[in-house]
């Protein structure tokens, strides 16, 4: 049929039609007819012709033009599309390179072929700008909570009728003893949304400590109203969960504006999550404060911290070893999610024993390498003395207010135990140079002669060997491997060097062999920390 025999309103009217149904912009609908027609029209008159097809918006009157381009004489290729010069000046004025000539063509006949193809563009076209419209929708809405209607189950994955598309609730995001059923209503969090062939793929959790926090922002308005802020999530889910709460107010309780009255705030989160157990714990900024806390209901004796390698050791009573760790280490585990750190719990009876262990090793070390009474060593142990440096280079003041030490006693016991260390490190300094060890190394300040037969042990011999090393390699550090963090041992992590001096150390060696410029690195660094500061001061 030719265009020109249809009724030129029925174009728009279908448009609008087909736009309705797929709530999409009915410009998008003639966009795609005007091309479906305009292909058509190349398979009539050639598929080397530039083709055009407009659709007036207001009377539906579709228009054919042949649209021609002006080009260079040497560039000329296609004859149906473009034209030199010379050739245009039948057409216009003064053609210059880059105009355009249009002529109006006779519409084509659409036979059942091209009727079928001009279809295909228009679906194929208005579904594009249907999954585009789904994406810009909820691409917003990651991170929120969003309500569906099941409508089926694959493979132990929910497919979610999230009302202007389909989500996914994953089996593994599903809470481990919930089952549901084709029409059952169900409130899932957005964990993320992505463009993709097929179009744009929801995937919904209720296992993410995040929906939680959403959970509970929707019943405990100050959540809301920013004057309590959810600080961390830790979840087992359907099982139990800790949430730790800051109030800006102080005349408010965070934890018991989270319960509400008679607990009804809280149980709404229950309730949704499947008899979930919540623990509401005050935030606090002191770690130690906060661990205790997050150890509820365990009683804590005791709390040593790690801050280097990001430990904690805690102290409990003997009785209250099995509720501090939980049921399978429950409770040790969500409160290690809470904080961020590694936990090792122990008893106060294993505590004692460490102590003692350790108090009876560095006795023998003062005892071997003073040539003293196991009472004299059991006395610098008492008084926090812990290494022989300390013994050699601390002011004499501070031995002598040990009780049986008098001026003698003091001088002789540093005597001995400079001597000691001297003895030491030559011993030291000896072995390192019969590994190989260069004067370039042996001078260089910072390193002890331990220090230096520990790198020469591990090849690293000269100053060139030591600037080449990474911080990490002397100071140690820690990785993340598979979920697990392991430790990574540093030559010189036994001599207590952190991970700053062990920078330090580096960039100082790396100047003096002149591999860097100390100025410059100043001033990248000076940048680095402006940029660091704007691009928090444009996140806040």
Do not use: H
């Not at 530039?50 to 040497?74: L, M, N, P, Q």
């Not at 730790?244 to 989160?269: F, H, K, L, T, W």
């Not at 350790?358 to 008492?382: G, H, N, P, W, Y």
């Not at 037969?453 to 000269?462: C, N, S």
């Amino acid at each position: 049929m030719a265009i020109t025999s249809a009724n030129q309103l029925e174009l728009l009217q279908t448009a609008e039609a087909v736009a309705r149904e797929k709530m999409i912009d009915p410009g998008l609908v003639i966009e795609a007819m005007e091309e479906s027609l305009a292909r058509a029209a190349k398979s009539r008159y050639g598929s080397e012709m530039d083709i055009r097809v407009s659709i007036d918006r207001k009377t539906g009157r579709a228009t054919f033009t042949r649209v021609r381009t002006v080009v260079e004489d040497d560039l000329l290729e296609n004859y149906q599309a473009e034209l030199t010069v010379a050739q245009a000046k039948q057409y216009l004025a003064d053609p210059k390179v880059g105009d355009t000539i249009v002529d109006e063509v006779p519409p084509v006949e659409m036979g059942r072929i091209a009727a079928q193809s001009a279809k295909q563009v228009i679906l194929q076209k208005v579904r594009e700008a249907e999954r585009d419209r789904q994406y810009e929708e909820f691409k917003d809405r990651v991170g929120t909570i969003i309500n569906g209607q099941v409508k089926r189950e694959e493979y132990g994955n929910i497919i979610v009728d999230v009302g202007a598309g389909e989500a996914v609730l994953r089996r593994n995001e599903k809470i481990g003893r919930e089952s549901y059923r084709p029409n059952d209503r169900i409130r899932c969090y957005v964990k993320d949304v992505r463009r993709e062939q097929r179009g744009p793929q929801i995937f919904l959790s209720r296992t993410a400590p995040e929906f939680m926090a959403e959970l509970f922002k929707m019943e405990v308005p100050e959540i809301y109203d920013g004057i309590i802020e959810i600080k961390a999530v830790a979840r087992d889910p359907g099982s139990r969960a800790k949430i730790a709460v800051i109030s800006y107010d102080n005349s408010i309780d965070p934890v018991g504006a989270c319960v509400g009255m008679r607990g009804s705030r809280v149980q709404a989160v229950v309730n949704e999550l499947q008899g979930e157990k919540i623990d509401i714990i005050p935030w606090n900024e002191d770690q130690a404060t906060f661990l205790v806390n997050a150890l509820q209901p365990a009683e804590v004796s005791k709390v040593v911290i790690d801050e280097e390698a990001e430990r904690i050791e805690v102290v409990v009573p003997d009785e209250q070893l099995s509720l501090a760790i939980g049921r399978r280490g429950q409770n040790v585990r969500l409160a290690s999610q809470l904080t961020g750190l590694d936990i090792d719990i122990m008893t106060e009876e294993e505590e004692s024993r460490r102590r003692q262990a350790e108090f009876a090793e560095r006795t023998q070390m003062f005892m071997d390498t003073l040539d003293v009474e196991e009472v004299i060593a059991q006395l610098l142990v008492t008084e926090g003395f812990t290494s022989l440096e300390e013994v050699a280079y601390v002011d004499a003041d501070e031995l002598l207010v040990i009780e049986g030490f008098d001026e003698d006693t003091v001088e002789e016991l540093q005597a001995r135990a400079r001597e000691f260390i001297e003895e030491q490190n030559r011993k030291a300094l000896e072995n390192a140079r019969a590994l190989g060890l260069e004067d370039s190394l042996a001078n260089f300040e910072g390193l002890t002669p331990q220090m230096l037969e520990a790198l020469a042990k591990d090849g690293v011999k000269t100053l060139e060997d030591f600037a080449t090393c990474a911080d990490w390699e002397l100071a140690g550090g820690w990785t993340t491997v598979d979920g697990q963090r392991v430790k990574d041992d540093g030559l010189l992590e036994p001599f207590e060097v952190s991970l700053e001096e062990a920078q330090m150390l580096v960039m100082t060696a790396r100047v003096m062999l002149g591999w860097v410029d100390p100025e410059a690195e100043a001033e990248a660094e000076a940048a680095r920390a402006q940029a660091a500061a704007e691009d928090e001061e444009a996140g806040a």
